[in-house]
C-alpha cells in the first residue's frame, strides 16, 4: 500500500542546476500538488493538478514547472536551482479536500 | 490568498498533560482538516470536519468545527510521548472551487513533550 512516494528523499544542487523531483501515486486520485515547507512559513502551493494533462499555479509558482502526463505521475522541475528554493518539498495527492502527503525531499541548493 | 493564525506555535509540556491548540481564519471555510507530522515525514491527517459545530474524536484527539465557520480547535487528551510533532490545521474556504487546491494551511504548532 505505498500511498505517495517521492523520490529522492535528499538532494543537493548547485546554484543554476535543473533537476526532477519525482512524484507517483497509486490511489487513482485526479488531483495531485506541490508544496514546499519552510521553518515558520507552513505548506505553500507550488502548483497543482486536477487531472492527467491539466496544471494551475499555486501560491509560488516562480521557478517551477509542472506536467501531468498520467493520473499516477506528477514531476516538479526546477529549471536553473537558486539558493531560495533551499526546502523540504512534499507532493500530495487528493480525493476531496483530504490530502494524502508523501514523505518530503530535501532539497539544499549551495 | 485566505489566512490562516493558527497558535500557540510551540508548546512544551509534560507528559500526562492535555494539550489545546486552534485555528482561526478572516473568512468562512466549509472544511476544516487536522494534520500531524512527524520528524523527516509528510503530513498524515488527523481528523476532517465538515459541518459548522461538528466534534470529532480519533482516539485521545478531538478537534471541533467553530459554530461561526471561522475557526477550529485541536484537543489531545493525556499527552504521550510520540504525540511530539507539528500540528497543522487546514481549511477550504467557500470561495475556493473545491478539491486540495483550495485548501490553505496554517503555520503550524509545534509540541514538544517533556519526560
Known amino acids: 500500500n505505498a500511498g505517495v512516494t517521492q523520490t529522492p528523499k535528499f538532494q543537493v544542487l548547485k546554484t543554476g542546476q535543473s533537476m526532477t523531483l519525482q512524484c507517483a501515486q497509486d490511489?487513482?486520485?485526479?488531483?495531485m500538488s506541490w508544496y514546499r515547507q519552510d521553518p515558520g512559513m507552513g505548506l505553500r502551493l507550488i502548483h497543482y493538478?486536477?487531472?492527467?494533462?491539466?496544471?494551475d499555479q499555486g501560491e509560488v509558482p516562480n521557478g517551477y514547472n509542472v506536467s501531468r502526463s498520467t493520473t499516477e505521475d506528477f514531476p516538479l522541475r526546477l529549471l536553473s536551482a537558486a539558493p531560495s528554493q533551499t526546502s523540504v518539498y512534499f507532493c500530495?495527492?487528493?480525493?476531496?479536500?483530504?490530502?494524502?502527503f508523501g514523505q518530503g525531499t530535501r532539497l539544499t541548493v549551495v | 490568498g485566505q489566512q490562516l493564525n493558527q497558535s500557540p506555535q510551540s508548546m512544551f509540556i509534560q507528559e500526562g498533560e492535555d494539550v489545546s491548540m486552534n485555528c482561526t481564519s478572516s473568512?468562512?471555510?466549509?472544511?476544516w482538516l487536522w494534520y500531524k507530522q512527524d520528524p523527516g515525514e509528510g503530513p498524515v491527517l488527523l481528523i476532517a470536519?465538515?459541518?459548522?459545530?461538528e466534534l470529532t474524536s480519533n482516539g485521545r484527539l478531538t478537534a471541533q468545527f467553530g459554530i461561526t465557520r471561522k475557526d477550529s480547535f485541536l484537543n489531545i487528551s493525556a499527552s504521550i510521548p510520540s504525540d511530539v510533532g507539528i500540528y497543522f490545521c487546514?481549511?477550504?474556504?467557500?470561495?475556493?472551487?473545491?478539491?486540495?487546491?483550495?485548501?490553505?494551511f496554517g503555520k503550524g504548532t509545534h509540541l514538544i513533550i517533556q519526560p
Open positions: 493538478s486536477v487531472g492527467a494533462g491539466i496544471t
Open positions: 470536519l465538515y459541518k459548522a459545530g
Open positions: 500530495a495527492s487528493s480525493s476531496g479536500v483530504q490530502a494524502f
Open positions: 490511489m487513482n486520485h485526479e488531483y
Open positions: 473568512s468562512i471555510f466549509n472544511t
Open positions: 487546514a481549511g477550504q474556504s467557500i470561495y475556493s472551487g473545491g478539491g486540495a487546491d483550495g485548501l490553505t
